[in-house]
Structures are given as structure tokens and as C-alpha cells.
């Protein structure tokens, strides 16, 4: 019983869609009539020339109406039925058959004349208005509604595409812009020698742009009017130094060495200095130029301390003799030892700028593990001594090597002696390259 019923049902709904397209088909096919009459009249009204995208939509969607009727697909056709109406009721709206329609002279009972503007060259401008019709319009915003091209708006001889300043005059030497005049004498900024001080008109030298009398004159041409000038026949040296006086300054600093071959203008100091104030590294109270020992305090006439222990140069704090260490320790010994750590410490202080490795070296006397533990442990000792001394501990850097990089044979004692040593080397703040790495440990 319920499957006959759902039978019956199904069969019913089959005869109302069927019948609902029939009726829909027909709807459809009688408006498809009416918007092929809407698109003739469009274009009678000229709409392929006012609103040819619409009128083109219209069409298309027309035809593929056509095609989907045949085809049995009323909801695809209803789709391109709402699209073609909608366009040719847009096109008609916007097409005035006054501005857009082929405009048609009679003549007698021949047929109808069509009169057509044209445009031969392309640039938008119809012929009957265009003052040049086979040549196109340069569309620059210069008189483009007369056709002609424009290549050199302003007239100025330099043509727009080399112009800066297509729509003002001006010499091709400064681009085709106009040269300004600051100071209004009629006189060009760049040729006047005075651009800023207007010209006396006078018939004496009017031509460079600067005023030849009374209180606006400059006779030496250095922007300061000889009525402050105390120096009216010699420029100014523009130096930042007492410019304002109009007198030039060959020595600011009054060293002897002149300004253009002194390397501090402003600070005297002697022609030996390229005219800077001598250094006193050490703080001694003697310079550098006279001091024997630049890096050390001492005191006078040498600047050197009664006895030389260190020496710097480009790559290493040379010490004279070696600072000496408790037997198989890492300890420190000796009044010599500490009076070269109070030189080294001086070099350091008197050379803000390096930075050193401290090394430590043994003799092969012993296991070679336990040499390298020593020496770096010795390294270490002069590291603190000296940061004790005041130098940044930034500065220093401790490795110890053991016995792998010996300067004499470990033969004899003199050679292990020699061996068995600390080095300053400079890796920064100096000429010398960074340092190597210690050896590793043997296993």
C-alpha cells in the first residue's frame, strides 16, 4: 500500500514538473523574441558605438538561451534570459540615438548615405576638429585638444623628453629649466657672482652681478661687504675659523705649520707632529717626540726609568730578561719579576688601544700534559698580576703551549732556560696577527 502511494506521488510530480517546463519553455521563447527585437533596436540607436560591452553581453547570453531550449535546460536558460535583458535594457539606457546613431543624408530615392566620423591618426581626436589628422596628439596635458603633437612645450629648444621643466623655458645647460635669481637683479643665478646681493645697476661692471659701490660693495668677492670687511682686497679663507672678520687665515692655531698641511688647524703643536700638540703616552710629563721611552714613565732629560726592562714594538712587549716562577709552580718569584710586571703593566696603560695574549712556555723537562697545565697556570699568574696593576682584564688573554713551541734546543740547560718563558704578544691595536692555538693535551 505505501509503495503504490509513493508511486502514485512520484508519477504526480513528474507530470507537474514536466508541465511547469513546458510552461516555463514557452515564457522563455516568447522573451527570447522580444530581446532579439530590444538588441535590433539597440544598435539602430548606434548602442555598438556607446555601450558596445553590453550590447556584445546581450547577444551572447541570447544565444546561449537559444541553446540551452533546445537542449531542455530551463534553469541554465533562465540564467542567460535574466543576463541578455539586463544588458539591453543598461544599453538602451545609456545610447542616445542623437550622439551614437549612424548619422544618414537622403539623397532622392537612392539609398541612404551613411556619414561617419573618422580618425586617421589614432590619437582620440576626431579629424573635423583635429589640426593635424595624420599626425597623432602627444597626450601630455599641453594643448592636447587641438591633435598636434607638442615636442617641446615651452619653446625653450629642449625638447620634452630631455626637459625637467617641460611647460617653463629654460637653457638646455641647466636642463631646460629656468635659472632662478635670488637676489631680482635680472642678473642669472649662474652667472652671477653675487647671487644673493643684487647688482648696482651703475654701467660699471654690471654684467658679473655685484655691486661696485657704496655699502653694498664686495670688492674681493667673498660675501663680505667691504664696510665690515677689515680685509676688503683679500678673500676670506671659508674655514670655520673667524670667517666672519673677511680675512683670511693661513694658520689658524698659530703653530707655523699652515692649515693646509696641518693635520689639527685648530691645536698647535709642532711641524715634527704635522702640526698637532705632542703626546705623552706614559704621563711622565716629557712628550713623546723627545721621550726615549714613550711607553714607560721615567724621569727627565731620557723619560726613561733607571733600568730598561720592556720594550714595545709593532707586534710584542719585548721583555729583557724573564720573570721568574717557584720550581714546578705557578707562583711568581722575585723583585726582577715584579718590576717588569710594573713595566708591562706602564706599556699597557700608556697604549689604551692593544690587546695582548700573555703565553707561557715550559722546557721538555717532565710529562708533556703536566707541562701544559704548568705553563697555562704561569700565563695565568702574570694575568692577574696585571689586571692588579690596573689593566682591563678585556685586554689580556693567558695560553699556555707547555714545551710544543721551544726558541733552543732542550739539550742543554742554557737552551731549556730559555725555553722556559712568558711572551707578550699584541693581537689587537697593533700589526701582529691573532695568536695560535695552544696544543691539546696529550692522552
Known amino acids: 500500500m505505501i509503495l503504490h502511494t509513493c508511486v502514485r506521488w512520484g508519477t504526480a510530480a513528474l507530470l507537474v514538473a514536466a508541465t511547469c517546463g513546458c510552461v516555463t519553455g514557452a515564457k522563455l521563447r516568447e522573451d527570447a523574441s522580444l530581446i532579439q527585437k530590444k538588441i535590433a533596436n539597440a544598435r539602430e540607436r548606434g548602442a555598438y558605438r556607446c555601450a558596445p560591452k553590453e550590447l556584445a553581453k546581450a547577444e551572447a547570453n541570447l544565444e546561449f538561451l537559444d541553446y540551452e531550449l533546445e537542449q531542455g535546460d530551463f534553469v541554465r536558460a533562465g540564467r542567460h534570459h535574466r543576463a541578455a535583458l539586463e544588458n539591453i535594457d543598461r544599453a538602451l539606457t545609456v545610447t542616445d540615438p542623437n550622439e551614437c546613431a549612424e ?79 635670488r637676489d631680482g637683479d635680472g642678473i642669472a643665478d649662474d652667472v652671477d657672482k653675487c647671487p644673493d646681493i643684487p647688482e648696482d645697476i651703475n654701467g660699471f661692471e654690471d654684467e658679473d652681478g655685484c655691486p661696485e659701490g657704496g655699502p653694498n660693495r664686495d670688492r674681493d668677492g667673498d660675501g663680505i661687504m667691504d664696510d665690515v670687511d677689515k680685509c676688503p682686497d683679500v678673500p676670506e679663507d671659508k ?28 691645536d698647535p703643536g709642532p711641524a715634527a707632529n704635522n702640526g698637532c700638540p705632542a703626546r705623552d703616552r706614559d704621563g711622565d710629563g716629557i712628550n713623546d717626540d723627545v721621550d726615549q721611552c714613550p711607553d714607560i714613565p721615567g724621569p727627565a732629560p731620557s723619560g726613561c726609568p733607571k733600568k730598561v726592562l720592556v720594550v714595545k714594538t709593532a707586534d710584542k712587549i719585548e721583555i729583557k730578561q724573564q720573570i721568574n716562577f717557584a720550581t714546578n709552580k705557578a707562583k711568581i718569584v722575585g723583585q726582577l719579576s715584579f718590576d717588569i710586571l710594573d713595566q708591562v703593566a706602564a706599556v699597557m696603560k700608556s697604549n689604551p688601544a692593544i690587546k695582548i695574549v700573555i703565553e707561557g712556555h ?60 712568558s711572551e707578550f704578544k699584541i693581537v689587537s691595536g697593533g700589526d701582529a696577527p691573532p695568536p695560535e692555538a695552544p696544543p691539546a693535551p696529550t692522552p
Not at 617641446?152 to 617641460?166: A, H, M, R, T, Y
Not at 690596573?390 to 710544543?404: C, F, K, N, P, Q
Open 103 to 181: 548619422k544618414r543624408v537622403l539623397i532622392s530615392d537612392q539609398k541612404p548615405l551613411i556619414i561617419t566620423k573618422t580618425d586617421r591618426d589614432g590619437d582620440g581626436i576626431m579629424d573635423d576638429v583635429d589640426k593635424c589628422p595624420d599626425e597623432p596628439e602627444d597626450i601630455d596635458g599641453f594643448q592636447d585638444e587641438d591633435g598636434c603633437p607638442d615636442p617641446d612645450n615651452d619653446g625653450d629648444g629642449v625638447l620634452d623628453k630631455d626637459d625637467k621643466c617641460p611647460n617653463e623655458p629654460g637653457p638646455a645647460t641647466n636642463q631646460g629649466c629656468p635659472v632662478t635669481d
Open 362 to 421: 715550559t722546557d721538555s723537562v717532565g710529562d708533556a700534559a703536566h707541562n701544559l697545565k704548568l705553563s697555562d697556570g704561569r700565563a695565568n699568574a702574570v694575568r692577574t698580576e696585571l689586571i692588579e696593576r690596573g689593566v682591563d682584564s678585556g685586554r689580556l688573554e693567558a695560553i699556555g703551549y707547555g714545551e710544543s713551541k721551544p726558541i733552543a734546543s732542550n739539550r742543554t740547560a742554557k737552551g731549556r732556560a730559555a725555553n722556559r718563558r
Open 239 to 266: 674655514d670655520s675659523f673667524q670667517d666672519e672678520d673677511g680675512c683670511p687665515d693661513p694658520d689658524n692655531d698659530q703653530d707655523g705649520v699652515l692649515d693646509v698641511v696641518d693635520a689639527c688647524p685648530l
